[in-house]
């Protein structure tokens, strides 16, 4: 019977997605925590709305600007309307939405569905429906939505994200939902008809075992994401100085292939060359924006040698592939076997490097992606020739 009910469960999952005409592909932007948590103020949004236009991460698809917890502070007694901070954010929101989108990006904001936020700013549990309709006057494209303070709520997790869901469609404002409640109750199983976007996982930190744990538990769901509804093992560290930039790129490509959120949370405003070329890199972005929208997963783990390939499918009939050493100080030989991509032992591939931009050649029956780095990657196309 267990199993019975897991089957239908996703077969509805594949069928029903949240209809509100967004997240056909991932989401792509910026958002404040990573890298400032509550120090947050209306002019470090500005600016870095600005930063991501003059490094061209807007026009590499980074467009929304997205604030974190700590931009409210409390609640108008008469109205209920919430009240943002007034010493990080005296000229308001919709002031600053107004600015986001002059400058030709979107704008999101955060809230909670407890009473708290879980830095302790007001929540939206039972202000719904005034919640959603202030962020509508304001023109607000993004929600984030956290689930802290709210054991006590006596309702479940389902019937308090439901209920945010409801209240944003009734506004008649497209707001993109993004649900963070940290895979608590295995979301991706059954949040496709509530939000945009799920967590899988805890917060990520700056850190190489953070961000492979957080990859590893996403994997597990890879079947459940589709368009208009995509797991998320949270926001890029890119940036931010914790890891090497071979890991950095390691983070970018697992993120990529998995159909991921790419949410930068560095300061975009003080990037390295080398980060802002992982960031931009426009063929790693056009895997994880891929129209077709299904998630790229584990084929193949070598446990001896602790390597792994990844890959899932593209629009075209390619196949997106990431040859991963997940090893420490060890340099290794990653054999990619064209049977485990779905074709035959005869099937002739072409082979092109992602990150070099560099088309490596036509290969039967499997590729051998050489000196790979510790904790590096080869990310590539596979494009089907014959079988």
């Known amino acids: 019977m267990l199993f019975f009910t897991f089957v239908i469960l996703i077969l509805f999952n594949s069928i029903y997605s949240l209809n509100n005409g967004l997240g056909k592909t991932p989401q792509m932007g910026w958002n404040s925590w990573n890298h400032f948590g509550c120090s947050i103020n209306e002019e470090i949004i500005r600016s870095t709305t600005d930063a991501l236009i003059s490094t061209g991460l807007a026009q590499a698809g980074y467009t929304y600007v997205n604030i974190d917890d700590c931009w409210a502070s409390s609640r108008d007694p008469t109205t209920n309307f919430i009240i943002p901070d007034p010493i990080g954010f005296p000229s308001g929101i919709a002031s600053l939405a107004d600015y986001v989108h002059s400058r030709g990006l979107l704008f999101g904001l955060y809230s909670d569905a407890g009473y708290k936020t879980c830095a302790g700013r007001p929540g939206s549990f039972g202000y719904e429906e005034i919640d959603a309709q202030v962020y509508a006057q304001w023109k607000v494209d993004y929600l984030k939505y956290d689930n802290c303070n709210s054991l006590l709520t ?26 963070c409640e940290w895979g608590v109750m295995l979301p991706a199983l059954w949040f496709r008809t509530i939000a945009n976007s799920w967590r899988t996982t805890m917060d990520i930190s700056d850190h190489w075992y953070s961000m492979l744990l957080n ?150 029956g499997n590729y051998t992606a050489y000196n790979i780095e510790s904790h590096g990657v ?8 014959t079988l």
């Open 154 to 179: 006596k309702k479940t997790i389902k019937e308090r994200y439901e209920s945010m869901r409801d209240a944003l469609n009734r506004t008649g404002r497209p707001i993109f939902y993004s649900a």
């Open 215 to 364: 990859i590893d538990i996403n994997d597990l769901f890879a079947d459940f994401a589709a368009p208009h509804g995509f797991n998320d093992p949270d926001m890029l560290e890119i940036g931010n100085g914790g890891m090497t930039l071979n890991e950095y790129r390691t983070h970018m490509s697992l993120w990529s292939i998995a159909k991921a959120p790419l949410l930068i949370g560095c300061d975009v405003r003080n990037l390295s060359k080398e980060s802002l070329e992982i960031l931009t890199n426009s063929e790693i972005i056009d895997i994880n924006q891929d129209s077709l929208g299904i998630q790229g997963k584990k084929i193949r783990i070598d446990l001896t040698h602790d390597t792994e390939v990844w890959a899932g499918p593209l629009a075209d009939g390619s196949k997106a592939v990431v040859a991963f050493n997940r090893a420490n100080n060890i340099t290794q030989t990653i054999v990619v076997l064209f049977t485990d991509l779905g074709w035959q032992l005869t099937s002739r591939v072409k082979v092109r490097d992602l990150w070099l931009h560099k088309d490596l050649g036509e290969f039967q």
């Open 378 to 385: 080869q990310m590539l196309k596979m494009t089907l020739i």
